[in-house]
């Protein structure tokens, strides 16, 4: 999977009208409910052909070709436009809004009552009750909140979320049909 521009992108390593995008990596955080992921630039199709590993065991590539995101701009037709693309890209691992209740935690006195047996001066048996205190952190106070709850069954074909993302990240810059897959 890849994304190409039809137009003429605009780079510090020069202009060309056969850019290629693709992800390099993935990292997917279930612990904060994110999915990571880096997009390289490539000045054509050769050039990122060139940058990756084809076979499993092979050694890396002794030199890579990526454009640095710094300084571009897009043209196509009359259309003329900066356009920037971040080294790391992120979105959330969520589902749809939901009323929750949440949790809060904090530090709290804790008390017990405990029946206490002893002897008095007399060698009689007294039973008497005494309060132990403690601190714990524990709940504290609950309220219902609307969240976006972390859903790991939205991991499934985690790399055409990442190149839908990416996508939508492109089109708020350049018009969506100068955004091709390949």
């Known amino acids: 999977m890849a994304i190409t521009l039809d137009g003429t992108l605009n780079t510090y390593a020069g202009a060309t009208t056969g850019s290629y995008i693709r992800i390099d990596f993935v990292k997917v955080m279930p612990w904060i409910g994110q999915i990571e992921y880096n997009p390289m ?48 890209q992120t979105f959330p691992i969520t589902g749809a809004l939901t009323e929750v209740v949440v949790d809060h935690y904090g530090t709290a006195l804790m008390s017990s009552s405990i029946e206490v047996t002893d002897f008095d001066d007399d060698g009689n048996e007294v039973t008497t009750s005494e309060i132990l205190k403690w601190t714990e952190y524990s709940i504290v106070s609950q309220s219902t909140e609307n969240k976006y709850p972390i859903d790991l069954s939205k991991t499934s074909s985690i790399i055409e979320q990442c190149y839908v993302h990416l996508r939508g990240v492109i089109a708020e810059q350049i018009p969506s049909q100068s955004i091709l897959d390949i």
């Open 41 to 88: 630039i490539f000045k054509n199709t050769l050039e990122a052909d060139m940058s990756r590993i084809k076979y499993y065991g092979d050694e890396l590539p002794t030199s890579t070709f990526p454009i640095p995101t710094i300084s571009m701009s897009f043209e196509s037709g009359s259309f003329s436009e900066d356009f920037e693309l971040a080294d790391l």
